[in-house]
Every structure is written in structure tokens, then in C-alpha cells.
């Protein structure tokens, strides 16, 4: 219930453990034009801040015509101007060009007058517990009303709105930007289930504030499937509270996964183009490779395909690693396909009769034209294999103590877990096309009720995955999976975190889809714009702060919060990869060893 | 002569600095539209020359026809630590039929320069505020609303120099004394107006009681009966004849300027038709030169008539005014000679006077008001000019508080207008003209209650009169202008 105000006196104040406490602090008096959705205030000098939430005491009939109601109307500080009338501007040229302070002439300097201009928020009744809801206000408040800041607590109780009463739902975010004291929780349930953005430019705080997000949202045991470009994630491993939640897997690129066609485009990608000619024989040396390696249950004689391999291309490596569902194995195969054709066509076909038998079907059937293109799919591959390797080895690397991805994707979604998919090392396509093999997997299983817990996909570096356009078939994959989980997945438990510092180049529909924003400083007008574009709930005077913004500040809209407000976002116990060094002391320490 | 002051005295040159300042440029215009036929052919070219042998003239050794001066010493570093008040009044006028000026505030900003600390800094206030009818002044002339503001002007200066302890400067918007016998034969104000004057006079109010009972006093014994034979009548109604009230507080205001040696100083801005110092200095210099050379016609010739003899004819009829001579003989930062005003005060004369709520009509003469122990002091002029393409201003000093005033005056006006560069004025007078000015919505509003109440009154059958009756409802409904073409009964 809000405090009872009494508009007699300006400053009351009650007794508390024998203190005086001010109920709440005057600061400025309802002037010119009032609507049922802005006022404007004469403020006392430095009473009041943008963003501040004030209050203004009202009362109206009620609108079945029957006694008269008081209410509190809400409001928040959207900007406030200063003018001083009787200072003119050509005075202060003439200051500037003389260098004199206006001090010490005979110019007007206190009559400053300061206006705030607030958006209304809601009402609520004094009488009574809304239970933090606001009303919509749909009568104006009283030319020379006073405006008061009403205290924290009342401010709590309405910035959490029903929340209060449903606690196992809040996630502990932020505080108040003006009001450190005043803690702000977001609905979890919202934020979970109907996708939320965060949106900043580099450096403004979003990896810190997703991973308050997670650590919160870990507490409550929510399954959390993260994919961490950037290695962002890999210090929630170390967060006391956390531990024995948080697994971190390293990426393996799923060659085997893919078609033909994607992976030789792959290669091309990777910067080994093959020519029309190998183009159309890559097919045949993948699906020959995919025999040769055969199925799980083949070990046995993988081990003797490995033997053969080695000896025929005089590579101790691949006796000593074995052979894997890898590129290595295509460029391998290829060059022992050109080796046994070549010999084939000089009258030896034992070799290619080998290849064959283990499922090489056409190459009995190859001239010296066809070992040539061979040789050529071989080299480029060889060449592919080691960037991808190095890729790898990349992420591995970042992901530190990470086993690899399992095969069944779904063993990432577990109750109380968050599984944390490193693509560090990876190129764009890489990430975009691991991810969306997972997700896609994922979200059958949901689909077909193989899989019973809800999940929450956070993805770094969003614009990656999910970009306003494709230029590539692995983004168009992924933007196709991503805007189904966006359209759907609330039906099937799926909830998307999408993180980005480049929201212009989100896909908008996707961006839209999401019903909860954290907005961050940026200072890119093209992002702003688009921003403003897609975010309904953004107002104009709410875009305007968003340059500038301190690191770590964040405007909070959307389902999640009652209404749009400036936080503090809290830190969270965990430290993200680029955190964790000085790049300075890193440099020292580096020259010690 | 160098080369510099050649081009100064040169036609060209003139030509050139009236292509700087076209206000003057448009004036002369009007006056090349307005001046006879005869006279309009080479109007800008005989000006240029004329302009340019006063320019020569004034640069000569020995008997330079108009002096000038640069202001000096004028650097805000010279006058930190004074403190400056500027007083300015502002005037409502409702939209009744009637003209009384209902809503009338004096404001007043004081300064004190140098201070830091904005609370001991600056000071703004009110004094006097009128909202209501007067009974005095006479209604029905078009400049009874100057004889109110004039008189509650002189009021808040007077207030200002009382009621601070120390100031260094009292700077007033407008003439120290204006051209006073325009106003003879108004009706004086009775005590009930002049207590609404000074009702809030002072800290406790008694100051504004002595001010009353003094004058009183003195016009029983000593004002008055100069001015007419029905004094005893005057006293027994306690009225004040609002000139000699006006006299009297200005000499009020001198007294107390004299005891804190303080500055006070009247500026007049664009004062566009006013030619006094041109009429009785500059030009008669010129035309005393021209007849001792035997060169009367001098003018004459150059504009193709025979009447141009005199100052006053050539001034008519060629529609020269000291703004005009100021703007193209001073150059900027250079102020004028100081000379005596003379006000027109040779033109107090005779009047009949109504009274308020009274039959009675007196003969009375102003002449004692001319000058004298109750009369109006005399004001010293000189014209600054603040910048290239900016008219000179007229600044205007109490010549009893001695002719160092002037110059020490020059120097600040001529600093406070250098904050306000494109208009040339005082920037603390502009501060007191926006802090005395009535906001259009206090207007209306008063207005509308006015109206409320009449028209209360109308409908609760309390006006039985039917003139009067129609006069409320005409006063209710119709503006002034409506007022203007009523149907005549």
C-alpha cells in the first residue's frame, strides 16, 4: 500500500526507531500544459535527475461517477531543460571575446529556470494495494500540483509490479541508475520464455550483464545452452555458486554432417577453391570417404583401413591417430584414390580394387584425367584440413578444460545445467553452421517431445547468427533457425537471448520477436535508429540517453520490467576471458618468462 | 589632418558609414520621402556633405564646432564591487473600454558586482504594484497611463536608494525628467491612489506614510498656493498634483543620491525625433559661423531654397534629429559634450484642473514647477555610442550632483551595453524591463475577472441605472475599439 501522503506540508516525515525520515522529498509544482500522458514541472535547482521516478498526488471521481478517489500518478523524468531568461546570448559572446566571468558584471546569473519534463507512468490508488500495478491515467493531474520523490520502498514496490507476490519468478538484475538503493528484479518467466535482447555497443557492459542474467537464472536451475564466440562464458566455471553446473564443450567442425556440396563449398571458403571439374568429383571422394570410415561399430576394421591408408601414402600419423569423420580423411582418401588410379591405369588396380571393395564405387572406372583432378581435390583439402585444425586447436584451446560436443545435442539440456558451446577460433560461417546443427537438433527433439526440459539459447554476437541478411548459405541456415525459435519457440520451451553490439545489422523480424530489451550505451546513429525502429517500447527521449550512457548503465523495457527505466546492472560473480588480465601487467608478465 | 581623419571628413566617408548603420540609412529615406519636393533631389548627397563640414569642423583646433570624447577607463575591472540597480516599469492594460491601467509593476534588479555568492549577489523586486482603478489622473487623455507609470518609476528608484545601504549606481529606463508639460491639467490623484503607490513603500510601510504627509505639508505651505488659489480646497481633499508630486520625488531621489554618493543615471534609447542638442548647440555653432563669414545662405544654396536660415527651420524641414548627427559624428566608444536640458520646462503655463469626486474646477499655473526649491531639476545629456551600426543613446544626469557624474556614467552605461553588442542598451535595464513586464496572461486574467464581476453584478439586478447599465454591458462585451465606434446617443 503507498505511503499516505498529506498535501499540507511539503516535507513530512514520521518516526522511525525514534528518527525523523522524511516520507517524501518536494521536489517541484505541475506548470503550463498537463496531459494524461506528460507534465511538465518547475524544479528546485539540482532536485532531480533524468530518469528519477516521481510521483504527483490526485484525485478524481471515479469514473462510474460515485465518490471521489485518490490516486497517485507515477511519472518519470524524461528530460529536464534549463534556460536562464534574462541571460542573453550575445552577453555571453561578448564574455567569451573579453574573457571576463560573468560575475563580475552586472548580468543575471540566479534566475535559472528549470523544468522537468516527465512521462506518466500509471496510477495507482493511496488506499488500497494495487500490488504495484499501474493504471492507465485518463484525466490529466492539476496545473500546481507539487511533485514529490516518493521513497524507496514505495518506488520498489511499483518498478516490480506483481513480481512482488511472485518471487520465484524475479531475477535480480539491477538497481535504480538514481537510485542505487532501490533494487530492480525483472520477470524471469518473461524473460525466459518470450526472448530478450541485448543490445550495446562494445564495452558498454552486455557479456557482464548476460552473465548476471545466467548466473541469476542458474539459481533457479534453468537449462542454458550458451554459444560463446568469444569465450565470454568460460569464467561462470569458476563462480563458487555455480559449480558442478556449468559445462564448457569445445567444438569439433561435424564434416560428416554436412553434404557433399556443403563441404566442398566449405573449402572454397576456406580459400581453396576447387575447380568446376573437382567440384564434380568431390561428391564421389566424400560419400567414399564416409564409407571408408564406416559406422561405430566398425572400429575393428577402421584400424585395418588406417594401416592400409598410412602405408599406401607413407604417413606414420595416420597409424599413430587413427582415422576420424574429418577433412583430413577426405584429403587422405583423395590422394590415395589418385595414387591407386594412377597405378589402375599403368595395370595395377589391386589398389583401387581395395578403395572400391570398401566402398569407393566408381573408381575402377577413373582415367589419368580423373587422378589428376584427384590430386587437385587432395592438395586443397590438405590445405583446408589444416585451417579448419588450427581452428580447432583455437578453440580448444579458449574453451580450456572442455570435452567435446556430444553427439546426442540434446545432452546439453539438463536441469540445472548451463552448457557453454565454445566457437572461439572458428570463422563466421564455422560458428553459424555448428550452431545451427545444434539448434536445429534441439528444437526437433522439442517438437516431437523426445526432449521434456524448456531451454534458453544465449547467443553471443547475435548479428553472426542471426544477420538482417544472408551472404552465405551457413547465415542463411542459421537465420532460417533462428527465426523459428523466435516464432515458435515459446510453444515448445525454446527462449532465445539474443546479445549483439551491431543490432542495424539483426535481422529485424527476429529483433521484434523479442518482447524484452536491454539496451546498452550506443553510440552508432544507424543503430539507433534501427532501434527505435523495431523497439515499440523505446520512446524518443529514452533514445536520446542511450549515447550517453556509463558502462554499465542499461534501459530496461519490454514485458520483463513494469515499465521502461535506467539501471545500474549488477555485477555478476563471474569473470568473462577478456576480463581477466590487464593487458599491461599481462605484457610484464610475459617478458618475466 | 591624417589620412584616416581625411576619409573621416570626406563625403565618401559618410557615404561609407551610412552604408554601416542603415537605420539611419532608412530614416534618412523617410525623411528623403517626407521632406518637400524641392528638397528631395539630392537629399542623401547634400546630407553627405553637410555631414562631412561637420566632420572637418569638429576636427579642427581652434573652435571645433561639436566636441567629443572617448570613454575611458572603462574595463569591468574599474567597477567591481559596486553595487548597480536598475529600475524599469511594465504596464497591463486591459481590453475594457475603458483606459485605466490596471496592472502596473515596477521592477527593480540590483547587482552587485564581483560577488560570488548568488544569494548576496542579486536581488529582484516589485515596487510599487498597482492592480486597481485610480481615481485621480485624468482617464479620457491618451497619456494618463505616463503620468502613473512616471510617478510609480520615480517611486521604485526612490525605494531603491532608500532601501539599500550601500549603492553605487541607480540606472533608470527613460528620461531622469520627461517632457513634463505635456502633462499639465491632468487630474490629481487623491490620497487613496497615492496610498495604493506606497502602501508597500519601505519595511514596515511608515516611510511611505512620512513620504505622503510630507509632501502634503509642503505643498500646503509652499507648493500649492504658487500654483493656485483654490490650495486650502486641495489641502482639505488631500489630493496631489501629479507634476509637483513628480518634482517633488525627484528631488527626494537627489537628496538621497547625494547622502550615498551614487550614480544616477537615465538612458533613452532610440529617442527618434528628438533634436534638442542639434537645435541649440550644433546647428546654432553652425549657423553662428556661417553668419560670421556673411554665409547664411550657405544651406540655401546647397538645397536650392530661401527659408533655410535657422536651425529650427533647417531641423523641419530636412527632418535632421540628433540621432542622426550623433550616429554619424561620434564614433563608437565616443561620447558626445555634456549639455544642459533644458525639458521644455519654458513651456509650463497655465491650466484648468477638474479634481477627483469633486465639482470644483481650478486655474492653475505651472510655471513655479520650471525650476526653483520645488520645481524639476536640472538634467544634464550627452550621447554615447556603443557601436559601428548601432544608434547613439542619450544619457542623462542630475546636474546638481555635479558634472564628475556624467563621465563616470558614460563609463558604465557604455560597459552594460557592450553585453547586449547588436542593440547597444544596457543589459541590466533590459533584465528589469523583462522582470517588470506584465505577462499577457496576468492581463487576461485580471481582465476576465473584471468582467466576471461586472456581469455578476449586472445580472443580480444591482446597477438599477440604465445608462449605467449600458454602459457595464458595452464595457463587458466591447473592446476599446468597439468603444471608439459606439453609436452616439
Known amino acids: 500500500m503507498p505511503t499516505e501522503l498529506n498535501n499540507t506540508t511539503t516535507t513530512d516525515s514520521q518516526q522511525v526507531n525514534g528518527k525523523s525520515t522524511p516520507i517524501r522529498d518536494y521536489v517541484g509544482t505541475l506548470v503550463g500544459e498537463s496531459?494524461?500522458?506528460?507534465?511538465?514541472?518547475?524544479?528546485?535547482?539540482?532536485?532531480?535527475?533524468?530518469?528519477?521516478?516521481?510521483?504527483?498526488?490526485?484525485?478524481?471521481?471515479?469514473?462510474?461517477?460515485?465518490?471521489?478517489?485518490?490516486?497517485?500518478?507515477?511519472?518519470?523524468?524524461?528530460r529536464i531543460e534549463r534556460i536562464n531568461p534574462l541571460f542573453p546570448t550575445e552577453a555571453g559572446h561578448e564574455l567569451a571575446a573579453t574573457q571576463t566571468s560573468p560575475f563580475d558584471t552586472v548580468l543575471s546569473l540566479s534566475r535559472e529556470m528549470v523544468t522537468a519534463v516527465c512521462q506518466v507512468l500509471g496510477t495507482e490508488p493511496i488506499e488500497g494495494d494495487s500490488k504495484g500495478k499501474l493504471n492507465q491515467l485518463r484525466y490529466p493531474a492539476q496545473p500546481a500540483s507539487s511533485a514529490y520523490r516518493p521513497i524507496d520502498s514505495d518506488i520498489k514496490r511499483v518498478v516490480l509490479g506483481d513480481l512482488q507476490t511472485k518471487q520465484n519468478r524475479a531475477v535480480d538484475l539491477a538497481t535504480l541508475a538514481n537510485r542505487p538503493n532501490v533494487d530492480v528484479a525483472v520477470d524471469g518467466h518473461k524473460l525466459v520464455t518470450r526472448h530478450l535482447a541485448i543490445l550495446a555497443m562494445t564495452g558498454a557492459g552486455k557479456s557482464v550483464t548476460s552473465r548476471r542474467i545466467i548466473e541469476e537464472l542458474a539459481k533457479k536451475n534453468y537449462p542454458i545452452v550458451i554459444f560463446d564466440p568469444h569465450g565470454d562464458y568460460t569464467g561462470l566455471v569458476d563462480v563458487a555458486e555455480l559449480r558442478g553446473k556449468v559445462k564448457r564443450y569445445y567444438a569439433q567442425f561435424p564434416?560428416?554432417?554436412?553434404?557433399?556440396?556443403?563441404?566442398?563449398?566449405?573449402?572454397?571458403?576456406?580459400?581453396?577453391?576447387?575447380?568446376?571439374?573437382?567440384?564434380?568429383?568431390?561428391?564421389?571422394?566424400?560419400?567414399?570417404?564416409?564409407?571408408?570410415?564406416?559406422?561405430?561399430?566398425?572400429?575393428?576394421?577402421?584400424?585395418?583401413?588406417?594401416?592400409?591408408?598410412?602405408?599406401?601414402?607413407?604417413?606414420?600419423?595416420?597409424?599413430?591417430?587413427?582415422?576420424?569423420?574429418?577433412?583430413?580423411?577426405?584429403?587422405?582418401?583423395?590422394?590415395?584414390?589418385?595414387?591407386?588410379?594412377?597405378?589402375?591405369?599403368?595395370?595395377?588396380?589391386?589398389?583401387?580394387?581395395?578403395?572400391?571393395d570398401w566402398g569407393w564405387g566408381q573408381i575402377l572406372n577413373y582415367d589419368k584425367t580423373v587422378a589428376r583432378t584427384l590430386c587437385g581435390i587432395a592438395k586443397r583439402t590438405f590445405s583446408a584440413a589444416k585451417v579448419l585444425q588450427r581452428m580447432q586447436?583455437?578453440?580448444?584451446?579458449?574453451?580450456?578444460?572442455?570435452?567435446?560436443?556430444?553427439?546426442?545435442?540434446?545432452?546439453?539440456?539438463?536441469?540445472?545445467?548451463?552448457?557453454?558451446?565454445?566457437?572461439?577460433?572458428?570463422?563466421?560461417?564455422?560458428q553459424a553452421t555448428i550452431y545451427s546443427l545444434i539448434a536445429d537438433e534441439i528444437f526437433e527433439k522439442k517438437v516431437q517431445n523426445d526432449l521434456k526440459l524448456p531451454v534458453l539459447f544465449v547467443l553471443e554476437e547475435a548479428h553472426n547468427f542471426v544477420p538482417s541478411s544472408a551472404n552465405t548459405p551457413a547465415e542463411s541456415r542459421s537465420i532460417t533457425t533462428t527465426k523459428q525459435i523466435a516464432q515458435e519457440g515459446r510453444k515448445f520451451g525454446i527462449g532465445l537471448v539474443l546479445i549483439s553490439q551491431r543490432p542495424s545489422r539483426l535481422d529485424e523480424t527476429t529483433l521484434a520477436m523479442c518482447n524484452s530489451y536491454i539496451i546498452m550505451r550506443m553510440m552508432n546513429p544507424a543503430d539507433q535508429n534501427f532501434i527505435r525502429k523495431v523497439i515499440e517500447s523505446l520512446g524518443a527521449d529514452d533514445a536520446k540517453l542511450l549515447p550517453d550512457l556509463d558502462v554499465g548503465e542499461a534501459i530496461l523495457s519490454g514485458q520483463f520490467i513494469n515499465f521502461p527505466v535506467l539501471v545500474k546492472i549488477k555485477q555478476p560473480q563471474s569473470k568473462g576471458e577478456r576480463e581477466e588480465k590487464d593487458a599491461f601487467e599481462a605484457l610484464e608478465a610475459a617478458r618475466k618468462e | 589632418m591624417n589620412m584616416t581623419q581625411e576619409k573621416f571628413a570626406s563625403e565618401e566617408g559618410v557615404k561609407q558609414d551610412l552604408q554601416r548603420q542603415p537605420s539611419i540609412m532608412?530614416?534618412?529615406?523617410?525623411?528623403?520621402?517626407?521632406?518637400?519636393?524641392?528638397?528631395?533631389?539630392?537629399?542623401f548627397s547634400n546630407t553627405a556633405k553637410f555631414i562631412a563640414a561637420l566632420r572637418g569642423a569638429m576636427a579642427r583646433e581652434e573652435n571645433p564646432i561639436f566636441k567629443k570624447r572617448k570613454v575611458e577607463n572603462a574595463d569591468w575591472s574599474f567597477f567591481q564591487g559596486e553595487t548597480v540597480a536598475f529600475v524599469d516599469g511594465g504596464i497591463g492594460q486591459i481590453e475594457i473600454s475603458s483606459q485605466v491601467p490596471v496592472l502596473l509593476r515596477v521592477g527593480s534588479y540590483i547587482v552587485k558586482t564581483g560577488e560570488r555568492n548568488l544569494a548576496e549577489r542579486e536581488k529582484f523586486g516589485y515596487y510599487p504594484v498597482i492592480i486597481g482603478d485610480l481615481e485621480g489622473g485624468s482617464k479620457e487623455r491618451p497619456d494618463f497611463t505616463d503620468i502613473i507609470r512616471i510617478t510609480a518609476e520615480l517611486l521604485g528608484g526612490l525605494s531603491v536608494l532608500e532601501n539599500n545601504e550601500r549603492l553605487n549606481v541607480l540606472m533608470f529606463h527613460g528620461p531622469l525628467v520627461y517632457t513634463v508639460h505635456f502633462y499639465m491639467g491632468h487630474t490629481p490623484f487623491t490620497e487613496g491612489d497615492i496610498d495604493k503607490l506606497l502602501s508597500q513603500y519601505g519595511a514596515k510601510g511608515t516611510r511611505g506614510r512620512e513620504i505622503k504627509e510630507a509632501f502634503l505639508k509642503q505643498a500646503f505651505e509652499e507648493i500649492y498656493p504658487k500654483m493656485t488659489r483654490n490650495y486650502v480646497e486641495w489641502n482639505e481633499k488631500r489630493i496631489f498634483e501629479p507634476l509637483s508630486f513628480m518634482a517633488y520625488l525627484l528631488r527626494l531621489i537627489i537628496t538621497e543620491a547625494k547622502k550615498k554618493n551614487a550614480l544616477v543615471i537615465g538612458i533613452v534609447e532610440r529617442a527618434t525625433k528628438y533634436s534638442e542638442f542639434s537645435k541649440n548647440y550644433l546647428l546654432e555653432r553652425v549657423f553662428?559661423?556661417?553668419?560670421?563669414?556673411?554665409?547664411?545662405?550657405?544651406?540655401?544654396?546647397?538645397?536650392?531654397?530661401?527659408?533655410?536660415?535657422?536651425?529650427?527651420?533647417?531641423?523641419?524641414?530636412?527632418?535632421?534629429?540628433?540621432?542622426?548627427?550623433?550616429?554619424l559624428l561620434l564614433e563608437p566608444e565616443e561620447y558626445s559634450e555634456v549639455w544642459t536640458m533644458t525639458k521644455q520646462y519654458e513651456f509650463f503655463s497655465k491650466r484648468s484642473v477638474s479634481l477627483p469626486n469633486s465639482s470644483l474646477v481650478s486655474e492653475v499655473d505651472y510655471s513655479p514647477l520650471q525650476s526653483g526649491p520645488f520645481g524639476f531639476p536640472k538634467i544634464l545629456g550627452s550621447y554615447l555610442k556603443v557601436g559601428d551600426n548601432i544608434e547613439p543613446i542619450r544619457v542623462e544626469t542630475f546636474a546638481e550632483l555635479g558634472d564628475k557624474q556624467m563621465e563616470e556614467s558614460v563609463k558604465r552605461v557604455y560597459r552594460y551595453s557592450k553585453l547586449l553588442p547588436q542593440y547597444g542598451f544596457p543589459v541590466g535595464l533590459d533584465i528589469a524591463d523583462k522582470f517588470a513586464h506584465v505577462p499577457d496572461w496576468l492581463t487576461r486574467a485580471y481582465s476576465n475577472l473584471i468582467k466576471h464581476h461586472l456581469g455578476v453584478s449586472l445580472q443580480s439586478g444591482e446597477i438599477n441605472d440604465a445608462e449605467m447599465r449600458r454602459v457595464l454591458i458595452q464595457t463587458i462585451y466591447m473592446t476599446h475599439r468597439d468603444w471608439l465606434f459606439r453609436p452616439k446617443s
Open chain 2, 288 to 327: 553662428q559661423g556661417l553668419r560670421k563669414k556673411n554665409n547664411i545662405d550657405f544651406f540655401n544654396n546647397m538645397f536650392g531654397r530661401k527659408d533655410l536660415r535657422d536651425p529650427e527651420t533647417l531641423l523641419n524641414k530636412l527632418g535632421y534629429t540628433d540621432s542622426i548627427f550623433m550616429s
Open chain 1, 35 to 78: 496531459t494524461s500522458q506528460e507534465f511538465r514541472l518547475a524544479v528546485n535547482h539540482e532536485s532531480i535527475r533524468e530518469q528519477d521516478i516521481i510521483a504527483v498526488d490526485a484525485e478524481f471521481r471515479s469514473t462510474d461517477g460515485g465518490q471521489k478517489e485518490k490516486i497517485r500518478v507515477w511519472a518519470k523524468v524524461k
Open chain 2, 26 to 43: 532608412l530614416k534618412l529615406a523617410e525623411n528623403a520621402l517626407q521632406v518637400a519636393e524641392s528638397l528631395r533631389g539630392n537629399y
Open chain 1, 255 to 356: 564434416v560428416f554432417d554436412e553434404d557433399s556440396d556443403t563441404v566442398a563449398r566449405i573449402i572454397s571458403t576456406l580459400g581453396y577453391e576447387l575447380s568446376p571439374t573437382m567440384l564434380g568429383l568431390f561428391s564421389d571422394v566424400f560419400e567414399a570417404a564416409k564409407s571408408f570410415y564406416g559406422t561405430d561399430a566398425d572400429a575393428e576394421s577402421r584400424k585395418e583401413k588406417a594401416e592400409w591408408l598410412s602405408q599406401r601414402l607413407g604417413n606414420e600419423n595416420i597409424r599413430k591417430y587413427g582415422i576420424k569423420q574429418d577433412m583430413w580423411l577426405i584429403a587422405n582418401l583423395a590422394m590415395a584414390g589418385k595414387l591407386s588410379v594412377k597405378e589402375a591405369n599403368d595395370g595395377n588396380p589391386t589398389k583401387a580394387q581395395k578403395l572400391q
Open chain 1, 393 to 430: 586447436e583455437t578453440n580448444r584451446k579458449v574453451a580450456k578444460q572442455a570435452e567435446p560436443l556430444p553427439q546426442d545435442r540434446t545432452e546439453l539440456v539438463k536441469y540445472g545445467q548451463i552448457s557453454v558451446v565454445s566457437l572461439a577460433g572458428y570463422s563466421g560461417d564455422f
